[in-house]
């Protein structure tokens, strides 16, 4: 369970908060349905918005069979200030601050720019276009991961936090509450991609990739992206006590992906001389194994630790 703590605004009524919810429901849903929209529109017929039918950057993409990732960053691109503008009159319903809504919706937006040129830049590094990773493989599927936490965050309305409460946390703690749940968020999604990317193209033994790869890069993915969280968490808190509660459960994280990274490897050896199909049965129970054993030895259970991701209580003011 990830959570974030954050004061509560004034009481409403019951009737009131359905209402909000609903808005907030149907402005999110319509803010994705007309980015979309919007987003195939003008990269499929950019004439009929008055652009060049074949600009420059749009031949580029084609011919690198990137149509689909393209079209996810410019969803993207769009979903985040068309969100913000239907999610605002929702936010004055709610109490909620725009001026701070506004300004992460602009950091939001500014990352999904950066996620797009760092994007076009390292899909070199991923399977070539004529390969199992072309348009709608590998790499659109990181590409989406990498956005989506931003345009949920931005379609949902959760970027307009309630005006501080009853107990009393200031505006930037709620922001920078925001900002750590986001980042743990879109660190666990990455670190599950990555990890399961790791472990489709490992190659030592090539055998021994389906241990690498699921449920091995699932788990050790995760927990390595959670660390990474975490840790970013731990920077945006200022109460000391919160700090380092969140530091140690960050280098707790680190240290199971550390330990789930070698048992997969080791389980991976096997292929030298088993079949890749008995490999990859013998990667479930290792695991299980694994964190029966931690369970019952401490000096393992220090490497292995099956944790709950929570952001402490009142760290951000």
Same mark, same amino acid.
């Given at each position: 369970m990830i959570t974030a703590r954050s004061g509560s605004g004034p009481e409403l009524s019951e009737a009131h908060v359905k209402r909000v919810k609903a808005l907030r429901i149907t402005a999110g849903t319509v803010a994705g349905v007309a980015s979309l929209a919007l987003a195939l529109a003008l990269t499929l017929t950019p004439e009929s918005f008055g652009l060049p039918p074949s600009p420059a950057l749009y031949e580029k993409v084609r011919a690198e069979e990137r149509g689909l990732e393209g079209i996810v960053v410019a969803w993207a691109l769009l979903a985040v200030p068309v969100g913000g503008l239907l999610q605002t009159p929702v936010a004055r319903l709610r109490g909620a601050r725009i001026t701070a809504g506004w300004a992460l919706l602009a950091g939001y937006w500014l990352y999904v720019l950066l996620v797009a040129v760092a994007a076009w830049q390292v899909q070199g590094l991923l399977p070539p276009p004529d390969g199992p990773g072309k348009s709608g493989g590998l790499f659109g599927a990181l590409t989406a991961l990498a956005l989506a936490t931003p345009v949920c965050a931005a379609c949902s309305g959760a970027v307009f936090r309630p005006v501080p409460g009853e107990h009393?946390?200031? =505006? $930037? #703690?709620? %922001? *920078?509450?925001? /900002?750590?749940? %986001?980042?743990? /968020?879109?660190?666990?999604?990455?670190? %599950?991609? %990555?990890? @399961? &990317?790791?472990?489709?193209?490992?190659? /030592?033994?090539?055998? #021994?990739?389906?241990? @690498?790869?699921?449920?091995?890069? =699932? &788990?050790? $993915?995760?927990?390595?992206?959670?660390? =990474? $969280? @975490? /840790?970013?968490?731990?920077? =945006?808190? *200022?109460?000391?006590?919160?700090?380092?509660?969140?530091?140690?459960?960050?280098?707790?994280l680190a240290r199971t992906a550390t330990a789930l990274l070698l048992c997969c490897l080791c389980v991976a050896q096997l292929g030298w001389i088993l079949p890749a199909w008995a490999v990859a049965l013998g990667g479930f129970p290792a695991l299980i194994a694994l964190f029966t054993l931690a369970s019952r030895s401490e000096r393992l259970g220090r490497w292995v630790e099956f944790r709950t991701l929570e952001l402490p209580k009142g760290g951000f003011d």
């Open positions: 009393g946390d200031t =505006l $930037g #703690g709620q %922001v *920078r509450g925001h /900002l750590a749940t %986001v980042a743990l /968020l879109s660190w666990c999604f990455n670190g %599950v991609f %990555v990890g @399961m &990317l790791i472990g489709k193209n490992f190659g /030592l033994p090539r055998s #021994g990739s389906f241990a @690498m790869f699921f449920p091995g890069g =699932l &788990l050790w $993915g995760f927990h390595a992206g959670a660390a =990474l $969280g @975490m /840790l970013i968490g731990a920077r =945006l808190q *200022r109460a000391p006590e919160a700090r380092a509660a969140t530091t140690d459960a960050a280098a707790s």
